[in-house]
């Protein structure tokens, strides 16, 4: 079984760049989550979706970050315009459902200058 | 916000000896899953233990669970060097997305 995927691994931009950021999850997962992990501390939530529904988005910084999940399946999470504190690695994961065990991807590595 | 809060925030053991990793966590769960993360690496998930449950096993991992004490331990007996890695526990709440700790470093030294 595929795991979930993500791209691009890193990505290096100047601050006030926009960056966009892909996921695929693990086929047939309803529940995909967006996390930010920045150095030192654990993953934090951004957002999180069942099917093509966000369910959790109360930590997402709305006037710089959005995410969309169409179809129910793949995501994109963009920032716009980045800041300097948005260094960070952005993991995707994905669960069969709500309740049940989340598996991540590999992270995306972004670095803001 | 961060719930589960891990410690010891950093342990260094040789190989052969058990490493024990304690978190707390401070609102109700319904489930609450160990992850090992090593340095520059995605989340691998180690175990889930519900609720309900007490105590789970998985190969050389032992986690317990006590929710009187919003408490959780995560036991690797017989360690390895390819233990090495940062050990987080993370809490679910009501839509079940997880609350990680800042995690465990652990080093296991041959």
């Known amino acids: 079984e595929a795991g979930v995927a993500q791209s691009p691994r890193y990505k290096i931009i100047e601050k006030r760049q926009s960056v966009a950021f892909w996921c695929n999850p693990i086929?047939?997962?309803?529940?995909l989550y967006w996390y930010q992990q920045i150095l030192g501390q654990g993953p934090k939530l951004l957002i999180q979706?069942?099917?093509?529904?966000?369910?959790?988005d109360s930590q997402l910084p709305k006037d710089r970050f959005s995410a969309e999940r169409l179809k129910g399946v793949d995501s994109t999470l963009k920032i716009q315009p980045a800041k300097l504190e948005d260094s960070a690695v952005y993991l995707c994961?994905?669960?069969?459902?709500?309740?049940?065990?989340?598996?991540f991807g590999p992270g995306t590595r972004l670095l803001v200058l | 916000s961060q719930q589960g809060e891990e410690d010891p925030q950093a342990l260094s053991i040789q190989e052969g000896e058990n490493a024990t990793m304690n978190c707390s966590y401070k609102?109700?769960?319904?489930?609450l899953q160990w992850y090992r993360q090593n340095s520059g690496r995605g989340l691998v998930h180690l175990i889930l233990?519900?609720?309900?449950?007490r105590e789970k096993h998985s190969g050389r991992l032992r986690v317990t669970l006590d929710t009187s004490k919003k408490s959780s331990s995560l036991l690797i007996t017989a360690s390895r060097a390819a233990d090495t890695a940062s050990y987080f526990c993370?809490?679910?709440?009501?839509?079940?997305?997880?609350?990680f700790g800042k995690g465990t470093s652990l080093l296991v030294t041959p």
């Open positions: 994961a994905s669960s069969l459902d709500l309740g049940e065990t989340q598996y």
């Open positions: 086929s047939g997962h309803a529940t």
């Open positions: 979706f069942q099917n093509n529904g966000v369910v959790d």
């Open positions: 609102t109700s769960i319904n489930n």
């Open positions: 233990i519900r609720s309900n449950e």
């Open positions: 993370a809490t679910d709440g009501a839509g079940y997305a997880l609350n």
